[in-house]
């Protein structure tokens, strides 16, 4: 199958652009990228530049992480200065123009209105939750009033526009609608996140109360998740066949499948299951898309997730290209240890080596050993996505890509 399955990839990768055109009345693939509103501090990234890059024009939505949930189970922004206080100047705004004493609305969604009136076909969804902001969905879930009121709260304050300090409704328009990334339902996510075996059934329950309170706000209004890979976590929180009817999309988590948390090398973003792979569980992308294809997800409604950074580890020794070999702990990186954006790994020293079985691409200098994606990756898994038949691909983060989007670029080259 998997012979079969690459000779197809080469027979797309071959074809010219010009041979795969777009949709009759709009596009066909989803093409969707996360923006950080933190990446304005020290990456110094902003909005303008997902459209200087060339990024924008080549995206249906961009999904802003993240909005909270607090323990009283009220939506709420973790940074409200990066998202709407922050006087953006001149040099970083979208058109040119600085934002004015007393106007409306600042910060990044100012921006992204001014992205999406340059863009008018480009969608924002207020994504929330996260990592980091996952405590408190199986409190928020709860009960019926509670998940009428967590709703209730998410509708107003994103998509109504009512943020705190400002007029009502002055950030009304930004959002198109919600992403949920509850990292997890009914498994382990960070640490003190309160997890209950009621979560799975309280997950489609409060789909059903979003749906049924975005659909009265807005019949335009859509809804996606961000779901994980890992077989184990999709049964503990989620019940798939129902989950995906009240959803638009879902973002399946096609990344971190093996990382520097581990003391052995690995592809954080196989393509392919390796056999050679010696880890009692082994992860791949297509591994996770028949997982939900057999659970009744519908292929044209998962869209798979691709990473923008890489995963590293140092010491790690041994011989050969690296690969599956043992490490003493996460390579340094920029931002954090064993973590690298892409922009800063296409200039990193070392031997590349690339797998077509896998899909995969690694770096190896004899100490350190990365797993990430480049271009190349991306247009045979934007083959596989159209292949296959799925929904498109959805990349973290837009601001780990190069100055000229080169990730995002390849991704549109194929999904359109």
Known sequence: MKKSILIALSVLLSLTVTALPAEAGGDRFKRVAYFVQWGVYGRDYHVKDVD???AAAKLTHVNYAFGFVDAAGDCYSPDPWADWQRPVPAEQSVDGVADAPGQALNGNLNQLRKLKAKHPRLKALI???????????????????????LAASCIDLWLRGNLPGLEPGAGAGVF??????????????????VIRPEDRRNFTLFL???????????????????????????????EVRRVFDLLDFATVQGYDLRGNWELRTGHQA???????????????????????????????????????????????????????????????GKWAAGV??????????????????????????GNEFWS????????????????KGLGGAMLWSIDQDDSRASLTTALHKVLR
């Open 340 to 365: 690298e954006d892409y922009k800063d790994l296409v200039t990193k020293p070392g031997k590349r080596h690339r797998d077509l079985l896998t899909g995969t691409l690694w770096m190896y200098d």
């Open 52 to 54: 200087t890059s060339g």
């Open 208 to 238: 059903e109360e979003l749906r049924a309170q975005l659909d009265a706000y807005s019949r335009d209004a859509e809804l996606s998740a961000f779901l994980p890979a890992a077989a184990a976590k999709i049964d503990a929180g989620f």
């Open 270 to 332: 196989n393509l392919f299951t390796d056999r050679r792979d010696p880890n009692e569980v082994r992860y791949s992308v297509d591994q996770t898309v028949r997982d939900y294809l057999r659970r009744g997800a519908p292929a044209r409604k998962l869209v798979i997730g691709v990473p923008a950074y890489g995963q590293g580890w140092t010491g790690v020794t041994g011989g050969g290209k690296g690969l599956y070999k043992a490490a003493t702990g996460p390579a340094p």
């Open 176 to 193: 198109d609608g919600i992403d949920l990334d509850w990292e997890w339902p009914g498994s382990s996510g960070a640490e003190g996140n």
């Open 372 to 387: 990430y994606d480049d271009p190349a990756v991306m247009l045979q898994k934007a083959a596989y996505i159209r292949l």
């Open 127 to 149: 994504s929330l939750g996260g990592w980091t902001g996952s405590k408190h969905f199986s409190d928020a879930v709860l009960t019926p009033e509670s998940r009428a009121r």
